[in-house]
């Protein structure tokens, strides 16, 4: 049985749905900005050097009484009240190098500017526990930020640089430095860190780039 108004139309439904959509608006529901931790999934990589991004925003989000466990966009996610925003804080579980690939589905899903896409991540080129807070700039050599530059089109986004020190041999033993795991003395440094990069976060999206580096660089 087939409703009045032709060619299959429904008129009742689609009249739901039109006021539907001025209720809620076309976009799927509110979100400010992204929060993405970079890392490398698994027990195996759990608290190394390379997964500073993750370890920080599970920080951030157990302090909001909130768990990463959402599975969408290629990432653990969730989405929580922060700064005085709606935040998706997502760790994106494509491995480091495909980072981009979770950034952009869900900066595309939700209709997020770059500008507003907040990555904190790890940087060998800094000192342990030292925190720098960047509004864009190029990847730097690092592979997850290199890849979100690619997938973002742009490097105009901002974010927070966790400092894990580098190897004293330098670039042949980098890549078993970046997936060590820090020492006792290291990570009681670098857990204040993560403390301190939660509210360099809170003060970017409150109260903009220069104003966190100016507090927390």
């Known amino acids: 049985m087939t409703a009045q ?3 299959g139309d429904f008129p009742a439904f689609a009249g739901v749905q039109k006021e539907q959509t001025m209720l809620f608006g076309s976009k799927p529901s509110a979100v400010d900005w992204l929060v993405a931790g970079l890392g490398n999934p698994g027990q195996k990589y759990q608290n190394t050097r390379h997964n500073m991004g993750f370890l920080t925003v599970e920080l951030l989000a157990e302090q909001k009484g909130v768990k990463l466990n959402k599975v969408k966009f290629k990432s653990a996610y969730n989405i929580l009240d922060f700064a005085g925003c709606r935040c998706l804080v997502m760790k994106p579980q494509t491995y480091m ?3 981009g690939e979770a950034v952009r589905e869900a900066a595309q899903f939700y209709k997020i500017p770059a500008e507003r896409v907040l990555v904190i991540y790890d940087d060998v080129s800094l000192p342990v526990g030292k925190l720098r807070v960047r509004p864009s700039g190029s990847a730097g050599g ?6 979100i530059i690619a997938h973002l089109g ?3 986004f901002p974010r927070i640089k966790i400092g894990t020190g580098a190897p004293a041999g330098g670039g042949g033993e980098m890549v078993d430095w970046v997936i060590g795991v820090p020492s006792q003395a290291e ?7 993560f403390e301190r ?10 109260h903009g780039c220069q104003k966190a580096m100016n507090d927390f660089n």
């Open 5 to 7: 108004g032709g060619k």
């Open 142 to 147: 690092h592979n997850g930020i290199k890849n």
């Open 197 to 206: 990069a939660v509210l360099a976060a809170e003060c970017v999206i409150g």
């Open 154 to 156: 742009t490097q105009d």
């Open 187 to 193: 990570r009681k440094v670098l857990f204040e860190s």
């Open 97 to 99: 190098n495909l980072s």
